[in-house]
Each structure stands twice: as C-alpha cells, then as structure tokens.
C-alpha cells in the first residue's frame, strides 16, 4: 500500500493498488485492518514508517463533519426563509420578526453549538401559503 501525507503526518491519500505521487510504501497493515484504514484514514499518522491510529483526530474529524452537515441543513431550511424580500417580511408581525430574528440568530451558532434550533411554529403556515 502507498501513501501521502499532509504537513502533520497525517494520511491524505492512499492506494492498495497504483501508485501515488510523492507517497511512501507502507508494508505493515493487515489485511483484516485495511477496511477500517479505508474508512477512516484521515485519523491514522505515519511515525517513523508506521501507521497510528489517532483516536483523537478521530473526534475531530467526525466534529467538523457534523458542523459541516449542520451548515448544509442551514443553507436548505434557514437561509431561503431569511433571504427573502421586503414584502414578506412587511407582512409579519412584531413578535413574528422577533421570533425569526432569534431563529435566524440559533442557525448562525448551530455549527458551534451543535444544536438545530426549532423554527418558529407559525413559520409552516407562513410559507405554505406565501
């Protein structure tokens, strides 16, 4: 097996079969170890030619990819209601534009957080009908 690191030594790229440019030939992984260095490589390091797994790095990644799904949820379910037009907006309420402003507020700290905010209830009836 071949494979590159980035500047921590950690795996960026690997292949069993092929070649890679700038990699190195790694002979010590197991083949009843090579379906979890697939599917979790980033959170192995090369030290002094051999593959560690970093437990740690493992959290890491899997915490920016939960903030990552967080920020996608946030661009399909807040951002078209929060982009809309003066119109819409002229259209509601005092509490309503509260409501929303907060709303709006609790998506912009999800990815930090980790806490998908519940849209105001009188929002559902608002859209299906605008």
């Known amino acids: 097996m071949k494979v590159r690191t980035n500047n921590q030594g950690y795996i960026s790229d690997f292949c069993f079969i092929g070649d890679i440019s700038d990699s190195i030939e790694i002979t010590d992984l197991a083949e009843s170890e090579q379906q979890h260095f697939a599917d979790i490589f980033q959170a192995y390091k090369l030290v002094d030619g051999t593959l560690v797994f970093d437990?740690?790095?493992?959290?890491?990644?899997?915490?920016?990819?939960?903030?990552?799904?967080?920020?996608?949820?946030?661009?399909?379910?807040?951002?078209?209601?929060?982009?809309?037009?003066?119109?819409?907006?002229?259209?509601?309420?005092?509490?309503?534009?509260?409501?929303?402003?907060?709303?709006?507020?609790?998506?912009?700290?999800?990815?930090?957080?980790?806490?998908?905010?519940?849209?105001?209830e009188w929002l559902n009836t608002v859209t299906q009908t605008n």
């Open 55 to 120: 437990e740690e790095r493992l959290l890491e990644i899997n915490a920016e990819n939960q903030k990552a799904t967080i920020r996608r949820q946030r661009e399909t379910e807040c951002f078209p209601i929060i982009n809309r037009g003066q119109l819409w907006y002229a259209n509601l309420s005092p509490e309503q534009l509260a409501e929303l402003s907060n709303w709006y507020s609790n998506w912009l700290d999800a990815p930090e957080t980790l806490t998908i905010p519940d849209a105001p």
